[in-house]
């Protein structure tokens, strides 16, 4: 009898320090993969994304604006410029991209950077996924663009759903297409980009 109690005290004990040791290597694996960024796009050859401009005119409006590269002091950015009108039920104009392949990997991340220039105005993230299907379905954030280069990092987590119907959120391994949006509401848009990188 004594000698079952000391074994099952020794399995216990042995027990414990295995779990101890897997959950502290999962926990270390998990900090390992977080720590790293990915470039999604910096205006260089190897980094370069295939970015397609559209505006509400697909869908009726009168919106009207262009993207172009500026080039500033030897380093390139993106520049959308235009002017968004609510009119005929519309209100964006914006640069989007394909993201699945580079999305399709086991690395973890918690969000998007951007290094951005503007007007003083918003601008949006639009976001959308394997689940968001329709044209209306995609999860956004918002933020601000100063006259001067600035570098925002947006949390995944604090993205928000365009319908109640969509999952609260997502990984970065489900996203499909990244855009950026002038988007909601009557005004000139004037917005540089220089870089965009998930972390």
Not at 58 to 81: A, N, P, W
Request: glycine letters at 8%; hydrophobic letters at 35%; charged letters at 25%.
């Amino acid at each position: 009898m004594n000698n079952l109690y000391k074994y099952l005290i020794i399995s216990t004990i042995l027990i414990g320090l295995i779990s101890v040791g897997y959950f502290a290597y999962l926990r270390l694996n998990e900090d390992s993969l977080k720590t790293e960024t990915m470039i999604i796009d910096n205006l260089t050859p190897e980094k370069n994304q295939e970015w397609i401009f559209f505006t509400d005119r697909v869908m009726g409006g009168i919106s009207s604006g262009k993207l172009e590269i500026g080039s500033e002091s030897g380093s390139k950015f993106y520049r959308m410029t235009g002017d968004v009108s609510t009119a005929n039920n519309g209100g964006f104009i914006q640069f989007r991209a394909d993201l699945t392949r580079l999305s399709n990997t086991d690395k973890i991340f918690n969000g998007v950077k951007i290094k951005v220039r503007g007007n003083d105005e918003n601008y949006n993230i639009h976001i959308r996924t394997n689940r968001t299907v329709l044209p209306w379905q995609y999860y956004s954030l918002e933020f601000y663009a100063p006259k001067k280069w600035t570098e925002i990092e947006l949390p995944f987590d604090s993205f928000k759903r365009s319908n109640f119907y969509q999952p609260k959120g997502f990984k970065s391994s489900d996203i499909r297409t990244l855009g950026i949006v002038a988007y909601g509401r009557d005004y000139v848009a004037n917005l540089d980009v220089g870089l965009i990188e998930f972390y």
